[in-house]
């Protein structure tokens, strides 16, 4: 997991720099998940682009892994960031295709297409309730998938 996060970070390095958006991450190097890499890496990356965009004045992304407390030991990644949240009459269209409020690139489908491939691997990815400033989303992925990639 955390090869898969260095992977979707790296794109963002500079731009995240230049804008002064510092990235940590906190993944366990010892999280092994069977997985399509390209497109967990691709949820990655809509994640903390869509974050460094939310921070033009820059901030801060934290990136960690999470051991859930599932029976089949469910492992869950949290990206979070200090932008001013989410405003709430997007949050209930978050996930849906076109959704681009306030962008200023990009066609919407970001959220939407991560949305489908976590769920194309028996997880499921979120935005945690949480007043501003800050969003917080999680994605989690099992184990095992219910089909394997």
Same mark, same amino acid.
């Given at each position: 997991m955390s090869e898969v996060v260095e992977a979707g970070v790296e794109t963002f390095q500079q731009t995240a720099?230049?804008?002064? =958006?510092?990235?940590?991450?906190? =993944?366990?190097? %010892?999280?092994?998940?069977?997985?399509?890499?390209?497109?967990? %890496?691709? =949820? =990655?990356?809509?994640?903390?682009?869509?974050?460094? %965009?939310?921070?033009?004045?820059?901030?801060?992304?934290?990136?960690?892994?999470?051991?859930?407390?599932?029976?089949?030991?469910?492992v869950e990644l949290e990206v979070a960031d200090n932008s001013p949240g989410i405003p709430p009459e997007l949050r209930s269209q978050l996930f849906q295709p076109f959704a681009t409020y306030g962008k200023k690139n990009g066609s919407g489908l970001g959220l939407a297409l991560s949305r489908q491939a976590v769920l194309d691997h028996g997880g499921d990815v979120w935005a945690v309730d949480k007043q501003p400033p800050g969003a917080v989303f999680r994605i989690r992925l099992p184990r095992q998938p219910a089909n394997a990639i």
């Open positions: 720099a230049a804008q002064g =958006v510092a990235i940590r991450r906190d =993944v366990d190097p %010892e999280i092994e998940l069977l997985l399509e890499r390209s497109r967990i %890496e691709r =949820v =990655v990356m809509n994640l903390v682009g869509n974050a460094i %965009e939310a921070m033009p004045g820059g901030g801060e992304i934290v990136i960690r892994s999470i051991q859930s407390g599932s029976p089949n030991g469910d």
